[in-house]
RNA sequence: UGACCUAUGGUGUAAUGGCAGCACAGCAGAUUUUGGUUCUGUUAGUCCAGGUUCGAGUCCUAGUAGGUCAACCA
């Protein structure tokens, strides 16, 4: 009953803070995408983590993009970026900021740090850097242009940004230490000559800050309070302080926690990127990527991704998550609020012998037993239906409780039927029809004598069945681990070929007027969603995921 | 090879020196006009070795294993 919810690490932290009044109780985070590519579900964790925390501790949450690198943002990523967030259902209201937005800021703190003798011009090439670095073993020297008068670099660092300069010709850098354990303290970059238009100053500048002049400088003009990022930022964080000191700014406190990994999923933007320009998905929004685009497609909704991202935790050390706890978020949702409909996947012929030639009747069927607001719907009933193949099997296992010949099932919201006879292919062998008998008395699906049948199963009638495309997707890859291959260096041979199965079903003429994105639970078979590709002339679903099938573990035990 | 981080059932995550709990997955059963849902039960865990302590998953030391860091990317 009392159930004493169990506080993450970062939480522990925000809630020191507010006693302590360390940020005078404030509590301000912020999700800092760089626009340049397509948001994934490792991002919904992190989105989620931020503007979940806020609102937890009654703070606010910035949406800033981190576009310090001209070269590979655009607008496009920005406005889908916005889009999924929006979608996951965060606001942000007007606090909308870009770190470009800080450029003249930021190259008065850089002045700052030139003046205070922090910081020099230098004009090693790229090579000759890495080669003053050192290793993670060897201490690096310092530059020739280390000891430069603050006039020079004064002077210098002015002409770079004036343009004086061609790319690559010099850079600004932090004094610290080229002795440093930590590379990232040995005179980090601060600033690089780029001769390229941006895509919100366009021309005004030609150098730009590195991620780590620019990301603590926006943290404390914003006034974040806790700057949250992933484990692989750890060793930035004496930089990061390093930096807020040195310029006597606000400081906000940057933590790190584990990025999400999940089975079978890929997260890398490279990879992601390569598999789109491969062709081996349709796109970014495939249903089979990982991104919130694809899941969004795929018939994810925003509630299962923040129920998951609750789910998996927030810690320090890495992970990978079961996919399986995905679509479990997935199918809880689902079972709430999708509309129950029946469609037959692999149709099988059923003629009912014995029923009225040009009858229809319309049968009461719940549109979801979960929530009984939503109401009912009627279904035609006539002399032909489709069942699925699978539930007739002329020669059953035990325990098999669908059709088989001589046996009796219920037709789900319809009547009882009983297999006479089964029809096949004079050629092939292969059952073409089944002719069954149905008793009257048992319209609804009950039988007044109280006899009983085992099975239930889904139907459709022929003359009134829509046809629509289904979608079946799988998962990507065959491995757990898409990246593990032995013997090769390529983890494009543990792509799964049959991620992708193209059909036509037979589904109740209810669904007529589905619109995009609509859900549904085709009823034995999984939950579906309508694709952007439908039309009302031909509709399209996709498969969001099956339904749990523990027949299928008791038939593949035999 | 150096610095830093991490280590709890199959997976993920709690236990803040005092009964190792929860979720997913698995297994078994009950209910069911979806072999769905729901409900019940159940299997399974503190990396290793020392130390501190009345008491250690937790603190200390050493080891082992995994991760991160040597872009003018973020």
């Known amino acids: 009953m009392k159930e004493t919810e169990s506080k993450h690490f970062i939480q522990e932290i925000v809630e020191d803070d507010i006693r302590s009044g360390k940020f005078q109780g404030r509590i301000h985070t912020r999700f800092p995408p760089e626009p340049n590519g397509y948001l994934h579900i490792g991002h919904a964790k992190s989105i989620c983590l931020n503007f979940g925390l806020a609102a937890k501790y009654g703070g606010l949450t910035n949406l800033r993009f981190d576009d310090t690198n001209p070269v590979k943002e655009d607008t496009e990523y920005v406005d889908s970026i916005k889009e999924d967030v929006r979608w996951l259902g965060f606001n942000w209201d007007d606090r909308e900021y870009y770190a470009s937005d800080y450029f003249g800021k930021l190259y ?57 300069f061609p790319d690559g010709a010099k850079v600004l850098r932090a004094k610290i230490d080229m002795a440093s354990p930590n590379m990232l303290l040995r005179d980090p970059i601060l600033y690089r000559i780029l ?17 780590d002049f620019a990301h603590g400088q926006c943290d404390s003009i914003e006034k974040i309070t806790h700057s949250i990022c992933t484990l692989e930022f750890e060793v930035h964080r004496p930089l990061y302080d390093w930096l807020i000191r040195e310029l006597e700014i606000y400081a906000p406190q940057q933590i790190e926690f584990a990025r999400l990994n999940l089975t079978y999923t890929m997260m890398s933007k490279r990879k992601l990127l390569e598999l789109v320009k491969g062709g081996f998905v349709s796109g970014w929004d495939d249903p089979r990527m990982p991104t919130i685009c694809g899941l969004r497609r795929r018939g994810f909704t925003p509630e299962s991704l923040r129920n998951f991202a609750e789910k998996v935790g927030v810690a320090r050390r890495d992970n990978v998550i079961d996919i399986s706890l995905l679509e479990f978020c997935l199918r809880e949702d689902l079972n709430k609020r999708a509309m129950r409909v029946m469609g037959i996947m692999n149709p099988l012929k059923v003629t009912i012998s014995n029923y009225p030639e040009n009858q229809v009747e319309w049968m009461d069927a719940v549109n979801n037993p979960e929530d009984c607001a939503a109401g009912s719907r009627k279904i035609p009933f006539s002399k032909e239906i489709y069942i699925e193949r699978d539930d007739f099997m002329e020669d059953p296992p035990k325990k098999y409780f669908r059709l088989f010949p001589g046996s009796e099932v219920r037709l789900r919201y319809a009547y009882f039927i009983k297999c006479e006879e089964v029809l096949k292919d004079p050629v092939t062998g292969e059952v073409i029809e089944l002719r069954c008998s149905y008793d009257p008395a048992s319209q ?7 006899r009983k049948v085992k099975g239930t199963i889904h139907w459709v009638s022929v003359n009134h069945a829509l046809q629509a495309e289904v979608r079946l997707y799988d998962r990507l890859f065959v491995k757990e681990n898409p990246e593990d291959c032995e013997d090769c260096d390529d983890y494009k041979v543990n792509i799964n070929p049959d991620s992708l199965k193209i059909q036509t079903c037979f589904i109740e003429p209810s669904v007529k007027e589905a619109a995009k994105l609509d859900k549904f639970q085709f009823e034995r078979v999984g939950y579906f969603t309508v694709d952007y590709d439908s039309t009302p002339q031909k509709l399209v679903f996709n498969r969001t995921v099956t339904l749990k099938d523990s027949w299928s573990k008791i038939a593949g035990k035999d």
């Open 195 to 211: 001769h390229i238009e941006h895509h919100r100053t366009g021309n005004a500048w030609c150098i730009y800050p590195m991620y």
């Open 108 to 164: 008065e703190y850089a002045v700052k740090l030139i003046e205070k003798g922090k910081a020099y011009v230098c004009d090693l090439s790229q090579e000759e850097m890495a080669q003053y670095r050192g290793t993670v073993i060897q201490p690096g020297k310092n530059s020739p242009y280390r000891d430069r008068s603050v006039d020079e670099n004064l002077n210098l660092f002015q002409q770079m940004k004036n343009g004086v």
């Open 444 to 450: 609804g699906g009950n039988s007044p004598d109280g």
